[in-house]
């Protein structure tokens, strides 16, 4: 009798008791080398998140920033010539004038109303005045008479020399008594004449005209309704607009760094591009001026002219704010680092370069500085990856990853 030839397993029946026990034997050693990989994983330090920049060749300006305001070269302020009644001046700021245009006229004071009192008092004045006037008159006559007389018995050897030069004396001196009363008595009828009791009296004499000096265009108008004005008084400015400078307040120590001829480049003024200037003088007196924080500061304003052409800055007028860079210093092509990744490493100036994703440092010579990129003179090369604003966090040969290039 044969034996029965075996059978092969279903594939699909389940695996023996005895392997399905031997898999679960392994379970939580699986998970435990797992747990102790997580943990690893946690607590491998991670590269520092940093900020690099490049090192690179281009313009370097190193300048003095400050805030400035355009101001007309020539600038004239018409003012009264005399006192008198203002006529309203028609023009108004903006208005455009030619030279010896009329800009106001001043017509002379009216009397002013005389009362009941003051006028008794003037006409008793003028009165006094006539009858010294009359007296005066009489010792005049009478002292003529008496010279005559004294000069004929005089020459008749009847009259001393004494007694003829006293009768001259007294001709002489009723003489100028005359003329006092006369001058006494015009004072005193010019004074009673110049009032007047008509509520509106004509003037007597032609207005005065203010014309302008330049042909340019009304800056402000000071005084624009009608009123009584003294001599001296401000009526309007009159000035070219096209004619402007600008002014620029700068530290004193700075401004003795900045010879005529600088060039100054002016931002902020409302274009999109710059404007070209060029200083012109640095005022040689500086003035005291209190900072927004309380700080007294030493200044000097440097006086810089406009070079760019008329129709490139339309809309600048006079009295505009403006943001100036003074150039003291430019190169067009050096190597440069941005200053945010400089620190110092003793008395040195030292930086973190990337290489191999690890922070090394490296000690630069520096040359000028623009307070956003400085000139390097030796200790990196063009393309270096430096770390920029790296605070207290790196260290040297630490792991790190860049997040960001700056520009």
């Known amino acids: 009798m044969n034996p029965t030839a075996p059978t092969d397993p279903d594939p699909a029946s389940p695996p023996p008791p005895r392997n399905r026990h031997r898999v679960r034997r392994w379970i939580p050693y699986l998970g435990a080398v797992l747990l102790l990989a997580l943990i690893v994983a946690g607590l491998w330090p991670q590269p520092v998140p940093i900020e690099t920049a490049r090192v690179s060749r281009g313009l370097l300006r190193v300048t003095v920033n400050e805030e400035g305001k355009t101001r007309i070269q020539h600038r004239y302020q018409i003012s009264a010539p005399v006192t008198g009644q203002l006529q309203r001046i028609p023009f108004k700021a903006g208005a455009t004038v030619q030279a010896g245009d009329t800009l106001a006229r001043i017509d002379p004071i009216a009397p002013a109303l005389l009362d009941a009192r003051t006028r008794a008092l003037l006409e008793a004045r003028r009165d006094a005045a006539v009858a010294q006037l009359d007296k005066a008159r009489a010792t005049r006559a009478y002292a003529a008479t008496e010279l005559l007389r004294n000069t004929r018995l005089h020459a008749a050897g009847t009259v001393s020399d004494q007694e003829l030069e006293t009768a001259q004396w007294r001709d002489l001196s009723s003489d100028r008594e005359l003329d006092a009363a006369e001058s006494a008595l015009r004072e005193a009828e010019a004074e009673l004449t110049r009032f007047d009791l008509a509520p509106n009296p004509a003037p007597v004499s032609e207005p005065a005209e203010v014309r302008s000096p330049i042909s340019g265009r009304v800056l402000r108008v000071f005084e624009d309704s009608a009123r009584v004005v003294a001599a001296g008084t401000p009526l309007l400015d009159v000035g070219d607009p096209t004619d402007l400078e600008v002014i620029i307040e700068v530290l004193s120590r700075d401004g003795a760094t900045i010879p005529p001829g600088t060039r100054v480049l ?98 630069l010579s520096v040359g000028a500085s623009s307070g956003m990129e400085a000139q390097v003179l030796d200790g990196l090369r063009e393309g270096d990856e430096v770390i920029v604003y790296p605070g207290d966090r790196v260290k040297e040969g630490l792991r790190v990853q860049p997040i960001q290039v700056a520009p």
Not at 331 to 338: A, I, N, Q, S, T
């Open 266 to 363: 002016l931002e902020q003024w409302g274009g999109e591009l710059p404007l070209e200037a060029v200083v012109r003088l640095v005022e040689p007196a500086g003035f005291l001026k209190v900072s927004a924080l309380g700080v007294e500061e030493q200044r000097v304003n440097v006086i810089a002219d406009i070079v760019t052409p008329l129709d490139r800055r339309p809309g600048l007028g006079d009295g505009f704010r403006v943001e100036g860079r003074i150039i003291t210093w430019e190169e067009p092509d050096v190597l440069k680092v941005p200053t945010g990744a400089l620190f110092r490493r003793g008395s040195d100036w030292a930086t973190f370069v990337l290489e191999h994703g690890r922070a090394r440092t490296r000690i």
